[in-house]
């Protein structure tokens, strides 16, 4: 709620501004946003407690005991370790500004391929289940809004129990009733439609949830505008006039949620991409937290950081296309 | 003005008193679930039928009875029993996290509110930089470095979750900044340390009392969510998200395993959020 309220003033503050200054700053302040995420990213590398070269030979041989200094100092030489921080930091940001996020300490790979390799089916994920989320908020809350009765009652318990229910045991029990008893899907996730149902529901389900009350809330606000008494007055049918002037209305702030929910969504594919064994990010990156590969971890931080400024400001720019009080002379 | 003026009692005994007997249903039963919750944490052997340690291969994989209520795990041991001792880590790590959560936005938020200019925007950029981070994966980059156990998950957990609090204190400060009380303080001369530890921190908790309430309940999903990865607490001890973790395997034929656990995860987290929900519409109707 505060999200929108703050994007709200922000946005009335932003009238005043020449479109292109706005957009320049926009894009400036994310700049500075992916400046700080690979700043974190290469603190985590160091962070890693004990001798960074030891971890690397033990993550690649798979043994415990201390390496020999040779070996040490062969890695150390090939990761830079040897070299002052300030160096390090500065050969790392120079990397990334090549598309390099450094090399996996167990595959020996470009992190960029290993990432690259899997995101496609991550993102098929996280694309299908908002649209879902937001198909069925928004039938919700056409059905429901500013009606008191049983249903609107039922939908709205709904509401907040999705919004709570954690991802992946919704997921697990959507996969036990309908893949396992019901038969109706395909139990290990498959790159097929059907095999993408029922992870799709599960993440979109808990997303609709959140969708649903913000959305109700502000459709409920527009309810008591004026436009709405007008429009009733000119003879349209309820139905129609909450399709045609409430949706538009109610819809805008929510658009801004659609930046918030990527992060709520990739968090929400790691975890059930693991429930149905869906190939993707999640597997990767559980391996890679179980293994302690720092860059395959961190890379993945950077990339996601990118993807939400990137989707922010498209986000604020369909905001500005989508209000006309937001439109400049 | 209510049925309790007449009776002479002090006004916060009274506002008790009102506060207990205006309790719509649903908030009495999510209160009474976390009240048995927290006496499983306290005193799990009060409420345990079976010992949750106790192999008995004899009876291992059996659906939920009336012997074993919620069915009994590869081990034979009582899952029933096994939740409830779970209770006692897993808000143990909700608290902790909470705790840890709310501190470190507390100094982060008060500081942007307090010093405005400089301070302000550079802490905001930083809430900016963690909000661009997917909660789980800010998770899982302090169970990589710091490797899996319950300190890291309370630590994982906790951080991960602060930039949502830290907002929020620093948007509620800035408004109550505004205010008139304020204004008065300032007017009659109080230094500004002590109108801040007497005016602003106390309105800024209301809010966050509420706020805390529904977000234990969330940091226990959440590190529910890290140990159903595997990357949580070690098998042995039967933590809720340990107990997801193990049940994983066991989905297909013996559901139970899975479906309990998660579902004491979720009746806690809900019976969390509908009583600060509750709190929260109190609190913002008393302003």
Redesign the interface.
């Known amino acids: 709620m505060?999200l929108i309220l703050?994007k709200g003033n922000e946005a009335v503050k932003l009238v005043a501004q020449n479109p292109l200054v706005w957009f320049a700053r926009r894009i400036l302040?994310g700049v500075?946003?992916?400046w700080?995420?690979a700043t974190?990213a290469f603190l985590?590398q160091c962070?890693?407690?004990g001798d960074r070269a030891q971890i690397i030979i033990n993550v690649r041989s798979g043994n415990v005991g201390p390496a020999p200094p040779a070996e040490l100092a062969a890695v150390n030489a090939q990761y830079g370790f040897d070299q002052p921080l300030v160096v390090q930091y500065a050969n790392y940001i120079w990397r990334i500004l090549h598309g390099d996020l450094g090399e996996s300490y167990q595959q020996h790979r470009p992190v960029v391929g290993i990432i690259a390799e899997q995101i496609g089916p991550t993102i098929v994920l996280a694309i299908a289940a908002l649209l879902t989320a937001w198909a069925i908020a928004v039938l919700a809350t056409l059905l429901i809004a500013g009606r008191d009765n049983i249903w609107s009652k039922l939908l709205s318990g709904a509401q907040?129990?999705l919004?709570?229910?954690?991802p992946?045991?919704l997921a697990?029990?959507l996969?036990?009733v309908f893949a396992?008893n019901l038969r109706i899907f395909p139990?290990v996730g498959e790159s097929t439609a059907m095999g993408l149902v029922l992870p799709t529901l599960a993440l979109a389900l808990e997303l609709s949830g959140f969708f649903g009350q913000v959305v109700l809330n502000e459709f409920t606000r527009v309810l008591e505008q004026p436009f709405v008494t007008s429009a009733r007055a000119r003879g349209m049918s309820d139905f129609g006039v909450r399709l045609h002037h409430v949706l538009r209305h109610a819809a805008l702030p929510g658009i801004t949620l659609s930046g918030?929910a990527?992060?709520?969504l990739?968090?929400?594919a790691?975890?059930i991409e693991?429930?149905f064994a869906r190939q993707g990010l999640g597997g990767v990156?559980?391996a890679?937290?179980?293994s302690?590969?720092?860059p395959i971890?961190?890379g993945?931080?950077l990339i996601?950081?990118g993807l939400?400024?990137l989707l922010s400001v498209i986000v604020d720019l369909a905001y500005r296309m989508l209000d006309p009080r937001m439109k400049l002379t | 003005m209510s049925r309790f003026a007449e009776v002479t009692v002090s006004q916060p005994l009274r506002e008790v008193l009102e506060f207990i007997c205006n309790v719509p249903f649903r908030v009495a039963a999510s209160l009474a679930i976390i009240g048995f919750f927290v006496l499983a944490a306290i005193a799990p052997k009060v409420l345990q039928t079976h010992d949750p340690l106790a192999i008995d291969l004899s009876s291992s994989l059996q659906s939920p009875s009336t012997v074993h209520w919620l069915g009994t795990d590869q081990l034979g041991r009582d899952l029933y029993s096994r939740v409830l001792e779970g209770a006692g880590q897993s808000l143990a790590i909700g608290l902790g996290a909470t705790a840890l959560s709310i501190s470190v936005a507390l100094i982060l938020g008060v500081a942007a509110a307090l010093f405005a200019g400089v301070v302000d925007s550079i802490l905001t950029r930083i809430f900016d930089v963690l909000f661009a981070i997917p909660t789980l994966l800010l998770a899982l980059v302090f169970v990589t470095v710091f490797g899996p156990s319950v300190l890291t998950e309370v630590i994982a957990v906790g951080i991960a979750t602060a930039p949502g609090y830290a907002r929020m204190i620093r948007g509620q400060m800035l408004s109550i900044k505004g205010t008139g009380y304020v204004e008065a303080a300032k007017a009659l001369g109080h230094p500004f340390p002590r109108i801040a530890w007497r005016h602003i921190l106390p309105n800024t908790m209301n809010p966050l009392t509420a706020m805390m309430t529904i977000g234990v309940g969330q940091a226990i999903i959440w590190a529910s969510g890290l140990a159903f990865l595997g990357l949580g607490v070690a098998p042995p001890a039967p933590e809720w998200g340990a107990l997801l973790n193990a049940g994983r395997n066991y989905v297909i034929y013996s559901w139970w395993l899975e479906v309990i656990p998660g579902l004491a995860v979720t009746i806690f987290a809900l019976s969390l959020t509908i009583v600060g929900g509750h709190l929260q519409d109190r609190l913002e109707g008393k302003a």
């Open positions: 505060t703050m302040s500075v946003v992916v700080a995420a974190f985590t962070l890693l407690p907040i129990f919004a709570t229910v954690p992946y045991w697990t029990i996969l036990v396992v139990v918030w990527l992060g709520k990739l968090s929400g790691i975890l693991i429930v990156l559980v890679a937290t179980s302690r590969d720092v971890v961190s993945a931080v996601s950081a939400f400024v």
